[in-house]
């Protein structure tokens, strides 16, 4: 089993910077996919970027970002602490969502975050 902890949402101005974090335990050796989703009151869940790699979650990786978040969304990771990151500038206030961590491990599936908040006014 994977267990995800986010965190690092919240309330900024347009504009803004925030870094979401996710946490990972458990069997993360097995992970080979790890994507942030987010869904916005009245709209479905949507994938804003992942980053995945053939075999496990280790150096490299194929990196995927919405067409609505590329060159303002980085999404990376420290294999060492287990961590995925999102690192969002220039929010605007389309980006205010709750943000879910998700990551697909080769044993266990699909394991899904608590989510997080974020909030851009304008």
């Known amino acids: 089993q994977v267990q995800l902890v986010e965190s690092g949402g919240g309330l900024v101005q347009a504009g803004g910077s925030l870094r979401l974090s996710c946490a990972a335990s458990?069997?993360?050796?097995?992970?080979?996919?790890m994507g942030w989703y987010r869904q916005a009151p009245g709209k479905q869940r949507e994938l804003v970027a992942s980053?995945?790699?053939?075999?496990?979650?280790?150096?490299?990786?194929?990196?995927y970002y919405a067409d609505s978040v590329k060159g303002r969304f980085t999404i990376s990771r420290d294999n060492a602490k287990n961590t995925g990151y999102l690192q969002m500038n220039s929010l605007k206030s389309e980006d205010t969502a709750v943000y879910y961590c998700?990551?697909?491990?080769?044993?266990?599936?699909?394991?899904w975050g608590q989510g997080t908040q974020v909030t851009v006014s304008s």
């Open positions: 998700n990551a697909v491990s080769s044993v266990s599936g699909s394991h």
């Open positions: 458990g069997s993360t050796g097995s992970i080979h996919f």
């Open positions: 980053i995945s790699r053939g075999a496990t979650f280790s150096r490299g990786g194929n990196i």
